[in-house]
């Protein structure tokens, strides 16, 4: 059940940070399941099958990656798909400090999972996907700073 990870998130949208961290969260488990998480109460820039998009064309080329959506509890998702470790970003001490609470909460509702944190390279510590959200909306060029394979949907369509 260890080799089997879960990289949950909003991804609206995935940023080459998040690209970054989960390339590297792969290689160290069998299987990675990079989850969109979804809330119906909260509004999105993306919608959920352009997110996913995103995603899959982002990862086409790594054969242990496969996305899935989901609704509800983080912990219910890795008891369905039989995940072991949670991973998740870290970019800064408050990014942290957030993280560690969720993950207390996590563990307490599923006490056999384990999450692990993976440092943001120090490329991308100043990536969000809050700001790039913000050049969107405002018309700016999100290119630099989401995949490739972004960039070329949103080009073609
Ligand atoms: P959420 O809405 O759950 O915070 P996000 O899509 O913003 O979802 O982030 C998902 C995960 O990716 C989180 O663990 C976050 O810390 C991590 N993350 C976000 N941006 C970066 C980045 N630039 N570098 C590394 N990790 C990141």
């Given at each position: 059940m260890k080799n089997v990870a879960i990289f949950p998130g909003s991804f609206d949208p995935v940023t080459k940070g998040h690209e970054e961290i989960i390339r590297r969260a792969a290689s160290l488990f069998e299987k990675l399941y990079v989850a969109i998480g979804v809330n119906k109460k909260k509004k999105y820039c993306f919608d959920l099958s352009q997110r996913k998009r995103f995603l899959e064309r982002t990862f086409s080329d790594v054969a242990n990656i496969e996305v899935v959506t989901y609704e509800g509890l983080t912990v219910s998702l890795c008891n369905s798909l039989g995940a072991g470790v949670?991973?998740?970003?870290l970019r800064s001490a408050i990014d942290f400090e957030y993280e560690y609470k969720i993950g207390a909460f996590n563990e307490i509702m599923s006490s056999g999972l384990e999450t692990i944190y993976l440092a943001a390279s120090p490329g991308?510590?100043?990536?969000?996907?809050?700001?790039v959200r913000e050049i969107y909306l405002s018309g700016g060029d999100i290119t630099p700073f989401v995949p490739e394979a972004v960039g070329s949907i949103l080009q073609d369509g």
């Open positions: 949670l991973v998740r970003g991308y510590t100043h990536l969000s996907s809050t700001i």
